[in-house]
């Protein structure tokens, strides 16, 4: 529904396709036609520019109760993101089906959400080349090229993104789990909300460690978290070597603007 707002406001692409709203308020999962269908859609009207599509991140405050379990004690460190992904090896399966048949029909990249390790990763491309070789011998076309990225958005995958980065295409760092498990503020707690700083140095030393990180490997770093669509942070970002924000389709001619009036020289001094 975003799609027309966001290319009358002068988006390149999409960063973030949040995938779980489509398994939102139904008590079944989409089958697999059905997120094709989906991501088709996206791909078709957001051509020839890229879209982005991240992994089923149910859990945490993304309670979907028809698949979630309800009974963690400490949600946000559960089953949540990728973790309930390798757990649930059908809907996974089904769900990299859909995005591998969609990349057949548009730039598409595929990412994963709240990564923490490198055994974790190894096993989602695992199951990335595994949903390839069926779809292989049932003749059905996808991208072979399609660029495979994580988010990051756990300080573990921050303070290990040099191994990581060995493994994937392209880092999207999610600011708003990054900075909740960084500083250790729930990102939804109101009563503590002031203590929830995207400046704060611990965070900014984070942010520089990823970026250096992606820079060695050549790699690219993107931000999807909503640090990237605030102006006050846009200098900042630059200069770090953040090379793609993504934001909320409103947010984007104000990000522009002063990307458009900075010198990048600038901006890493
Ligand atoms: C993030 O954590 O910054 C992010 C973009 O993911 P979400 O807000 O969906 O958790
Ligand atoms: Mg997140």
């Known amino acids: 529904m975003e799609i027309s707002l966001a290319l009358s406001q002068g988006t390149e692409g999409v960063g973030l396709m949040r995938s779980e709203f489509l ?6 999962p989409p089958d697999e036609d059905e997120q094709f ?12 520019h890229p879209v982005t599509i991240r992994t089923l991140d149910v859990g945490g405050d993304k309670f979907v109760p028809e698949i979630n379990l309800s009974d963690e004690m400490n949600p946000a460190m559960g ?3 990728i973790r309930f992904s390798l757990n649930e090896k059908q809907m996974f399966n089904v769900q990299l089906r859909a995005i591998l048949r969609a990349s057949a029909h548009g730039p598409v990249r595929v990412m994963f959400p709240m990564i923490t390790g490198v055994a974790e990763l190894r096993e989602c491309l695992m199951r990335l080349e595994s949903a390839k070789n069926e779809l292989r011998q049932e003749g059905v076309a996808f991208d072979e090229e399609m660029p495979v990225g994580i988010m990051i958005e756990t300080p573990s995958a921050a303070l290990i993104a040099d191994q990581l980065a060995r493994h994937v295409d392209f ?19 109101e009563h503590i909300a002031y203590l929830y ?14 970026c250096e990180a992606a820079e060695k490997n050549g790699i690219a770093v993107s931000m999807c978290g909503e640090m990237a669509g605030d102006p006050l942070y ?9 090379s793609e924000l993504s934001m909320n389709p409103s947010g984007i001619p104000r990000v522009k603007r002063i990307l458009r009036q900075v010198d990048k020289a600038v901006s890493e001094e």
């Open 23 to 28: 398994f939102m308020g139904r008590t079944e």
């Open 37 to 48: 269908s989906a991501y088709l859609e996206v791909v078709e009207r957001m051509a020839p």
């Open 79 to 81: 089953l949540r993101g």
């Open 171 to 189: 880092f999207s760092i999610g600011t708003n789990d990054l900075i909740q498990y960084c500083l250790a503020v729930d990102r939804a707690n």
């Open 197 to 210: 700083e995207p400046l704060h140095p611990a965070v900014l030393r984070a942010l520089s460690l990823i």
């Open 234 to 242: 846009t200098l900042i970002l630059l200069g770090l070597g953040i």
